[in-house]
């Protein structure tokens, strides 16, 4: 562990420690307590201290696809690293077609969530969907065949009726070329273009990432925002620690009727000051940053 760092347990630890037998967050089991703790992880993490996590996947060839990582929050960038230890970038392509269709009785192809979708719970199989089922976590009746949906399968391939007049070859009438530069002729500006490797699109649906490159690429580097609280014991910045400390008590006192309403009062005011604190020390712009910055727009060029 980094020393800017603080391991989860020692903030809970710590915490338990230095509650007193009267203090109001007293007698909270430790269950509770990590779950207010994770949660405080992932309302300051997200905003405060994101963590990002560099990671090489494989691509899927017979898709074209790469699975998202578990601990996936967000996409930070995209791309391919060169012998020069730079990473080029894909662009994000929204129009990147990732259609799935129902399937049939003929499809030999299933996907993985199950003959009506979603995770089905432990021990319960497809033949129990067809009629009413106990609800295995708190034994309420649930009629489950009721909110089932059909099972799908990949299909990206054209729609029926698609003629080759969608294809930029066919787009151009309307594109001027007017100058001729280095044995191609100029085009419309705006309308294409670009040096981009590869372009791709997140699926969330299917928990994946749609790629589309003109080159075979086995595998790709993605950065992305991690879910921290996904880890086995999660860390923070020591800057965010006393925040942390604050949401916990605070979460715990919230829903309790035997606290008293100021006392709630001045629990929220105090994570919010420790949370205002902590993005203003992560955050900090030094003098000597603002001078650097200013500095960029005086530069000389040699004259002749």
């Known amino acids: 562990m980094s020393q800017n760092k603080v391991k989860l347990s020692d903030i809970i630890r710590d915490f338990i420690i230095t509650s007193d037998g009267d203090d109001y967050a007293n007698n909270v089991s430790d ?17 405060l201290g994101k963590k990002i996590k ?23 960038k995209l791309g391919i690293v060169g012998s020069d ?36 719970p432990a021990g319960v199989t497809d033949a129990d969907l067809q009629g009413s089922l106990t609800d295995v976590f708190d034994g309420n009746p649930l009629n489950i065949a009721d909110n089932s949906i059909g099972d799908r399968v990949d299909d990206k391939t054209a729609t029926d009726g698609a003629g080759s007049n969608q294809e930029t070859g066919d787009r151009d009438f309307y594109i001027f070329e007017n100058y001729l530069y280095d044995g191609g002729f100029g085009r419309l500006y705006g309308v294409g273009g670009g040096h981009l490797n590869g372009e791709y699109r997140i699926n969330l649906d299917q928990n994946r ?17 991690a879910d921290e609280a996904r880890a086995s014991d999660p860390e ?43 993005n203003a020390r992560l955050s900090g712009f030094t003098k000597e940053e603002a001078l650097k910055t200013i500095r960029k727009n005086f530069k000389q060029a040699p004259k002749y």
């Open 31 to 47: 269950s509770a307590l990590r779950n207010f703790a994770l949660r405080g992880i992932r309302e300051i993490g997200f905003d």
């Open 54 to 76: 560099s990671l090489k996947l494989s691509v899927n060839s017979s898709n074209n696809t790469v699975s998202l990582p578990d601990d996936y929050v967000d996409m930070v």
């Open 85 to 120: 230890g730079i990473v080029y970038v894909f662009g994000q392509n929204k129009n990147l077609n990732m259609s799935r269709r129902m399937q049939t009785a003929t499809d030999t192809e299933t996907d993985d969530s199950g003959k009506y979708g979603g995770t089905l």
């Open 209 to 225: 990432i749609e790629i589309d490159t003109n080159s075979s690429y086995s595998e790709v580097v993605m950065e992305y925002v």
């Open 236 to 278: 923070v910045h020591v800057y965010v620690e006393e925040a942390l400390r604050s949401y916990i008590y605070y979460k715990i006192i919230e829903r309790k009727s035997s606290v008293p309403m100021g006392e709630k009062q001045r629990a929220r005011s105090e994570y919010y000051n420790e949370r205002r604190k902590a």
